[in-house]
């Protein structure tokens, strides 16, 4: 073994060692428990072990999470972290444990980092014990201890590999030293959707630097090499990014503008310490967290760490000037965009557009990305490069044991600053004990999706991760489920306009399930926050029996099995009749009857008012027609707007004829699992002949008015009265 190898392994030895003792408690309880909380660690352990399984089956349906049905292709809601499975696989499969494989991950992600950050600490300086101290800082600088709960912003460890091969590559024109860089940012890239971006500017700046110092001749080919090289890499990100846009566009998951700018950094951010950290070291700065909320707080606790800090500030004056310049503008970047759309210092806006504005108009893609304030990683990147100069020249001109005693010291420093006393949250091997009966039951029932209530607004305390993560155990898709994006769906179906929060529209809301096929609605009344609000779902549904085929109890959990929804009724060939043809009046809004047919979901028809069971629609034709198939299309932002009840009659001079009465619920799920973000109602009418229907709304609402979005009627070709 070369001693470059042995010094590598001695490394590796001491940042495993290291990471034993700051993380001790998962040392303890790696097979059952995960770090910091229940939310987004167990996402991301049940999307490793989702990816292992895929693994096993060529990556066959890899895209269909069983969640936020029914939805598809919902893996590109969040982060596939395929870069991350690859290496989890092996051990999900030999233990079957995710929770396990998940410990196994994070605790490697330290050790990953600080080896790679020493390779190439070592080979821009040339100092082990710089290395080892830049490794040090690199592997445990204070922001993972804010993101324990995000293993994919712990995967840093390709990033340094990357830029040592692009180095390697300007150094020696080495074409396999610039693959593998390609090779290390594609990997990086795999890892952490944040970083496909954001790492990528510190590579286009290397390239930059690395192309300004290229000789005029060798410079046409260093640009032809780096162009196959990032022809190279986009070929292979190519299926995942066609796949996210295709998401994307398909069902709107754009970030607003607000949010963005919520969720950019303060300057005085970087001055905030995770508590744990500013706890055991007794030190409290003039800070001010950014993004701030409860559950988004980890994002704007980006202090860099002293060690990191002060021996960059030596690294700057020490190192190589271009060097220097080089990894103190990509910190420089990484600090002003972290900042946002609407940069920030300690609260107060000044500017109202910031160079990420400018970002965000250029590359409207970038739109996907919520959390600005995650370009923090370019800062701790490109400050921890300098942080082996400024190590470099203290080590410099001491003797042997002094060099040690410093390189000693300061290690043991970083370590200490970036100590959290990361908790362990209580999981289980596969969730929750009380609940492995529950499972095991819905594992061997027939397929069908399920609803497990309390779901959005109605499950405060996020539950909703511990139930997507048991479709490991049972495998039928659910209706909830939590990543980055929710559902509208999910949303309507918890808040106050619910039928499932109204006992007498409970039978409602089950034929709404029914339609879109779920086959059983898990009820946890113990889950729900507050408790009070579990009894008049859970009585509305046991209410409902003609709705339910079986009842199962297990401990205070209640599982049903809801009946079949009745067959489509078949209708002959249908012509849509053109609006042209039709003149509408109604009881509310007749100014906006036109939105009906502008082929805008956009717009809308509403009665601006509480349905009262007061409100209609009369639609005149221009002759007799046989209206076989009358359709309503809901924007998601009108789910809460459906009509409580419904009265179609054929209207002839006087008399009218009843065509159908009641709910339009069943139809309203059939529509949603043909497309939940234009959910086509489809309301099928008994033969007639007619010169005008009229659509009424018969029911009552608590503050909800009666909209439509979209309205077409379609007429039985064969039955329609003559022109």
């Known amino acids: 073994m070369s001693r470059r190898s042995r010094e590598l392994l001695l490394v590796i030895v001491g940042l495993t060692l290291a990471t034993a003792a700051m993380h001790w408690r998962l040392i303890a309880s790696a097979s059952h428990a995960i770090p910091l909380e229940r939310r987004d660690p167990l996402l991301n352990a049940w999307i490793l072990a989702?990816?292992?399984?895929?693994?096993?089956?060529?990556?066959?349906?890899?895209?269909?999470?069983?969640?936020?049905?029914?939805?598809?292709?919902?893996?590109?809601?969040?982060?596939?972290?395929?870069?991350?499975?690859?290496?989890?696989?092996?051990?999900?499969?030999?233990?079957?444990?995710?929770?396990?494989?998940?410990?196994?991950?994070?605790?490697?992600?330290?050790?990953?980092?600080?080896?790679?950050?020493?390779?190439?600490?070592?080979?821009?300086?040339?100092?082990?014990?710089?290395?080892?101290?830049?490794?040090?800082?690199?592997?445990?600088?204070?922001?993972?201890?804010?993101?324990?709960?995000?293993?994919?912003?712990?995967?840093?460890?390709?990033?340094?590999?990357?830029?040592?091969?692009?180095?390697?590559?300007?150094?020696?024109?080495?074409?396999?030293?610039?693959a593998g860089a390609a090779i290390a940012y594609w990997l990086e890239a795999m890892s952490n959707g944040y970083y496909l971006f954001f790492f990528g500017f510190a590579i286009v700046v290397v390239c930059v630097w690395g192309v300004w110092r290229t000789s005029r001749a060798l410079r046409m080919r260093v640009l032809g090499d780096l162009t196959v090289a990032a022809i190279a890499v986009g070929a292979l990100y190519a299926p995942i990014a066609i796949k996210y846009f295709d998401v994307r566009q398909r069902y709107e998951l754009v970030r607003p503008a607000d949010d963005i700018a919520r969720f950019g950094a303060d300057v005085g951010s970087y001055l905030t310490m995770p508590p744990a950290v500013a706890e055991h070291m007794h030190v409290e700065l003039t800070h001010f967290p950014k993004p701030s909320g409860s559950e988004e707080r980890h994002d704007g606790m980006l202090f860099p760490g002293f060690a990191m800090v002060v021996l960059a500030a030596i690294g700057i004056v020490s190192a190589r000037r271009d060097m220097a310049a080089l990894y103190l503008s990509i910190a420089s970047i990484g600090f002003v965009l972290s900042l946002g759309p609407a940069p920030t210092v300690w609260g107060h806006t000044f500017a109202t557009a910031g160079p990420y504005a400018w970002l965000l108009a250029a590359a409207p893609i970038l739109d996907s990305l919520r959390v600005p304030a995650r370009l923090a990683i370019l800062v701790y990147l490109g400050l921890s490069v300098l942080a082996s100069f400024g190590a470099a020249a203290l080590l410099t001109g001491r003797s042997v044991r002094a060099r040690s005693i410093v390189c000693g010291l300061l290690v043991a420093f970083a370590l200490f600053e970036g100590y959290g006393a990361v908790p362990m949250v209580e999981i289980g091997r596969r969730g929750r004990t009380r609940d492995n009966g529950l499972y095991a039951w819905l594992a061997r029932q027939p397929a069908g999706a399920v609803l497990e209530l309390p779901i959005a607004r109605l499950d405060n305390d996020y539950r909703g991760f511990i139930y997507q993560y048991n479709t490991l155990v049972h495998g039928h898709p659910l209706v909830n489920g939590w990543t980055g994006y929710s559902t509208d769906l999910q949303q309507w179906l918890g808040d106050a306009a619910s039928p499932l929060r109204s006992s007498p529209l409970a039978g409602d809301g089950l034929d709404l399930l029914r339609g879109l096929g779920v086959g059983y609605v898990v009820v946890h009344p113990?889950?729900?926050?507050?408790?009070?609000?579990?009894?008049?779902?859970?009585?509305?549904?046991?209410?409902?029996?003609?709705?339910?085929?079986?009842?199962?109890?297990?401990g205070s959990v209640y599982a049903f099995t809801l009946a079949p929804s009745a067959p489509i009724e078949p209708v002959p060939p249908l012509d849509a009749i053109d609006p042209a043809?039709?003149?509408?009046?109604?009881?509310?809004?007749?100014?906006?009857?036109?939105?009906?047919?502008?082929?805008?979901p956009r717009t809308r028809w509403t009665t601006g008012e509480p349905q009262e069971g007061r409100e209609w629609l009369e639609l005149a034709f221009d002759r007799e027609r046989d209206?076989?198939?009358?359709?309503?299309?809901?924007?998601?932002?009108?789910?809460?707007?459906?009509?409580?009840?419904?009265?179609?009659?054929?209207?002839?001079?006087?008399?009218?004829?009843?065509?159908?009465?009641?709910?339009?619920?069943?139809?309203?799920?059939?529509?949603?699992?043909?497309?939940?973000?234009?959910?086509?109602?489809?309301?099928?009418?008994?033969?007639?002949?007619?010169?005008?229907?009229?659509?009424?709304?018969?029911?009552?609402?608590?503050?909800?008015?009666?909209?439509?979005?979209?309205?077409?009627?379609?007429?039985?070709?064969?039955?329609?009265?003559?022109?």
Do not use: C
């Not at 007749?590 to 805008?600: P, S, T």
């Not at 309503?632 to 179609?648: A, K, M, N, T, W």
């Open 50 to 178: 989702w990816d292992a399984d895929r693994f096993r089956h060529g990556l066959r349906g890899l895209w269909e999470m069983p969640i936020l049905y029914p939805f598809h292709d919902t893996l590109a809601f969040t982060e596939h972290l395929l870069g991350v499975a690859v290496f989890a696989a092996p051990i999900e499969w030999a233990t079957g444990n995710p929770i396990l494989s998940y410990n196994a991950i994070f605790f490697a992600s330290f050790v990953f980092a600080g080896a790679a950050m020493f390779v190439f600490a070592r080979a821009l300086t040339g100092r082990v014990g710089a290395a080892v101290v830049s490794a040090a800082i690199f592997a445990f600088y204070p922001y993972h201890v804010a993101q324990a709960g995000h293993l994919q912003t712990m995967m840093t460890g390709w990033m340094p590999l990357a830029l040592l091969g692009l180095h390697r590559y300007f150094d020696t024109r080495s074409r396999p030293a610039l």
């Open 581 to 600: 043809a039709i003149h509408v009046s109604a009881s509310h809004a007749n100014e906006d009857v036109a939105n009906l047919f502008d082929g805008n």
């Open 526 to 554: 113990d889950d729900f926050d507050p408790q009070e609000n579990a009894r008049p779902v859970l009585q509305g549904i046991l209410d409902a029996r003609s709705k339910w085929t079986d009842l199962r109890q297990f």
């Open 627 to 723: 209206v076989r198939r009358v359709r309503f299309v809901l924007h998601p932002s009108d789910f809460r707007d459906y009509p409580r009840g419904l009265e179609i009659d054929a209207v002839d001079g006087a008399v009218r004829t009843p065509l159908f009465r009641g709910s339009v619920m069943i139809a309203f799920g059939r529509g949603l699992a043909i497309d939940p973000m234009r959910p086509p109602v489809d309301i099928v009418l008994p033969p007639h002949n007619a010169r005008a229907l009229r659509i009424a709304q018969t029911l009552s609402s608590s503050g909800w008015w009666w909209s439509i979005d979209e309205l077409s009627l379609y007429t039985d070709r064969a039955r329609s009265g003559p022109p």
